[in-house]
């Protein structure tokens, strides 16, 4: 690049060449197109069943609820025959949750009935106790009730057939609920992917240990364990390795042999001591390096036999964003489950960036900004885009995603933000 002079400028921007570098939605379809589900199908119990990964449809075997019941406390009667009566029936009995008799109502009579108590056959009405009076034997149930009110039906929950909790979708508190309700006491899951976390780098001491001159502790692998373990993963640290070609080779090519994932951080970049490009070059095959956003530019993609390695950059912010945006595609494609592309909610920026390159993505560290007068709730940005700075993750809600397109952002300008929560790790 030179100046209007002739002058050579200095390249003063690591992220210049950005159009030549793969753009982020076909990293998103590359890590797609080449990942398919490696885990295997084991059956737990529903207890242990949170966060899992379901391995198979689940379809209702029975209605829920299982039969018609009462949804309050009160009398249960015919609507016609309320109707005729004008509202005043005898008590013909007594029904709570639990009574396992199925019982009949006579004509011109109500029961009592408590919530979750089976109707008797031919009531189809309940009125709720705080709206009637007792005169004597005889029930006055106010007017107006419409035939069905307070009545929950067969089946209105789950009707048989019905898919509850499709293969691929992680199992949440309440589909637990669901399948407990059906009567289930386990699922089939997917087994958990068996992921390595590497750390690269001469300066490093594992926290814990004696720091000298020079050195920094590695934040990484406690970082990107923490982040595999809330996705489901079994990790195993392989701890530091130096920034030797042959050590870097060595404990890639041993992780390789027993893991379905190998994290690395550090060494991405093509530094003098980076190491890491060769190392998967000679192991394995390279499916991706260099992706044009920031932070994370000098992730590599690639294998080593059925192995997939994901090396992420050393400096933590984009050892973070990496993790987030492809170690999570990767692990769901792995694991059996099913994309999910987090929603970007619109909102007003609460900051300026006067001049943004094109041609590449930004991830930006965001917070939310409680409602102001005028009641809009905005998104600010952390002041310092350092990718070293861990306090700019600590500050955020989530991200904030500014497309390749975007050369400027002015206060009150809407941008997409992902909440850390849309990535399934917070
Ligand atoms: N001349 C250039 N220099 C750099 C470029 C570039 O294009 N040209 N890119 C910069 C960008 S962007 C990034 S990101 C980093 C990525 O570099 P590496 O992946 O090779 O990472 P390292 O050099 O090993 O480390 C970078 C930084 O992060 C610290 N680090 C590394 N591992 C850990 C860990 N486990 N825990 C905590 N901190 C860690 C390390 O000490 C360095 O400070 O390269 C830029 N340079
Ligand atoms: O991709 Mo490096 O991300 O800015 O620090």
């Given at each position: 690049?030179?100046?209007?002079?002739?002058?050579?400028?200095?390249?003063?921007?690591?992220?210049?060449?950005?159009?030549?570098?793969?753009?982020?939605?076909?990293?998103?379809?590359?890590?797609?197109?080449?990942?398919?589900?490696?885990?295997?199908?084991?059956?737990?119990?529903?207890?242990?069943?949170?966060?899992?990964?379901?391995?198979?449809?689940?379809?209702?075997?029975?209605p829920?609820p299982m039969h018609e019941n009462s949804a309050v406390d009160g009398y249960a009667f015919n609507h016609?025959d309320y109707?005729?009566?004008?509202?005043?029936?005898?008590?013909g009995g007594r029904l709570a949750a639990g009574d396992t008799e199925a019982r009949d109502l006579k004509?011109?009579e109500c029961v009592r009935i408590f919530t979750g108590a089976v109707m008797p056959d031919g009531a189809d009405t309940v009125a709720?106790?705080?709206?009637?009076?007792?005169?004597?034997?005889?029930?006055?149930?106010?007017?107006?009730?419409?035939a069905g009110a307070n009545c929950r039906h067969s089946g209105e929950?789950?009707?048989?057939?019905?898919?509850?909790?499709?293969?691929?979708?992680?199992?949440?508190?309440?589909?637990?609920?669901?399948?407990?309700?059906?009567?289930?006491?386990?699922?089939?899951?997917?087994?958990?992917?068996?992921?390595?976390?590497?750390?690269?780098?001469?300066?490093?001491?594992?926290?814990?240990?004696?720091?000298?001159?020079?050195?920094?502790?590695?934040?990484?692998?406690?970082?990107?364990?923490?982040?595999?373990?809330?996705?489901?993963?079994?990790?195993?640290?392989?701890?530091?390795?130096?920034?030797?070609?042959?050590?870097?080779?060595?404990?890639?090519?041993?992780?390789?042999?027993?893991?379905?994932?190998?994290?690395?951080?550090?060494?991405?970049?093509?530094?003098?001591?980076?190491?890491?490009?060769?190392?998967?070059?000679?192991?394995?095959?390279?499916?991706?390096?260099?992706?044009?956003?920031?932070?994370?530019?000098?992730?590599?993609?690639?294998?080593?036999?059925?192995?997939?390695?994901?090396?992420?950059?050393?400096?933590?912010?984009?050892?973070?964003?990496?993790?987030?945006?492809?170690?999570?595609?990767?692990?769901?494609?792995?694991?059996?489950?099913?994309?999910?592309?987090?929603?970007?909610?619109?909102?007003?920026?609460?900051?300026?960036?006067?001049?943004?390159?094109?041609?590449?993505?930004?991830?930006?560290?965001?917070?939310?900004?409680?409602?102001?007068?005028?009641?809009?709730?905005?998104?600010?940005?952390?002041?310092?885009?350092?990718?070293?700075?861990?306090?700019?993750?600590?500050?955020?809600?989530?991200?904030?995603?500014?497309?390749?397109?975007?050369?400027?952002?002015?206060?009150?300008?809407?941008?997409?933000?992902?909440?850390?929560?849309?990535?399934?790790?917070?």
């Amino acid at each position: 690049m030179t100046d209007r002079g002739g002058r050579r400028k200095l390249l003063d921007d690591c992220f210049l060449h950005d159009t030549d570098r793969m753009r982020h939605a076909d990293v998103m379809a590359l890590l797609r197109k080449r990942l398919a589900c490696v885990a295997s199908v084991k059956i737990v119990p529903l207890a242990v069943a949170h966060r899992r990964i379901s391995a198979r449809d689940v379809v209702a075997n029975r209605p829920v609820p299982m039969h018609e019941n009462s949804a309050v406390d009160g009398y249960a009667f015919n609507h016609a025959d309320y109707a005729e009566n004008a509202g005043k029936l005898s008590l013909g009995g007594r029904l709570a949750a639990g009574d396992t008799e199925a019982r009949d109502l006579k004509q011109g009579e109500c029961v009592r009935i408590f919530t979750g108590a089976v109707m008797p056959d031919g009531a189809d009405t309940v009125a709720m106790q705080e709206d009637c009076r007792i005169e004597g034997e005889m029930i006055l149930i106010p007017e107006g009730l419409k035939a069905g009110a307070n009545c929950r039906h067969s089946g209105e929950d789950l009707a048989t057939g019905e898919t509850v909790v499709p293969a691929g979708q992680i199992i949440r508190a309440q589909d637990i609920a669901a399948l407990a309700s059906m009567g289930l006491a386990e699922i089939q899951v997917r087994s958990r992917l068996r992921v390595a976390v590497m750390s690269t780098g001469n300066e490093l001491v594992a926290p814990g240990g004696t720091i000298r001159h020079g050195q920094v502790f590695d934040s990484n692998a406690i970082m990107l364990r923490t982040l595999v373990e809330s996705l489901g993963g079994l990790v195993t640290d392989i701890g530091i390795v130096e920034d030797r070609a042959e050590r870097i080779e060595s404990a890639l090519a041993e992780a390789a042999k027993s893991h379905d994932l190998v994290i690395t951080s550090g060494g991405a970049s093509r530094g003098e001591e980076d190491h890491m490009l060769a190392a998967l070059d000679r192991l394995g095959k390279r499916h991706l390096w260099q992706i044009a956003i920031k932070p994370g530019r000098p992730m590599m993609f690639g294998q080593i036999g059925d192995c997939v390695v994901l090396s992420l950059p050393g400096n933590p912010v984009a050892a973070f964003v990496c993790f987030l945006l492809y170690v999570r595609t990767a692990m769901d494609a792995l694991a059996g489950a099913d994309h999910r592309d987090p929603v970007r909610y619109p909102l007003p920026a609460a900051f300026d960036i006067p001049k943004k390159k094109r041609d590449r993505r930004e991830f930006l560290r965001g917070h939310l900004v409680p409602k102001t007068a005028d009641g809009a709730l905005t998104v600010a940005k952390y002041p310092q885009d350092g990718s070293g700075l861990i306090s700019g993750l600590r500050a955020a809600d989530g991200l904030i995603e500014l497309g390749e397109e975007v050369t400027s952002v002015r206060r009150g300008d809407m941008v997409d933000f992902i909440p850390f929560a849309e990535f399934g790790v917070v």
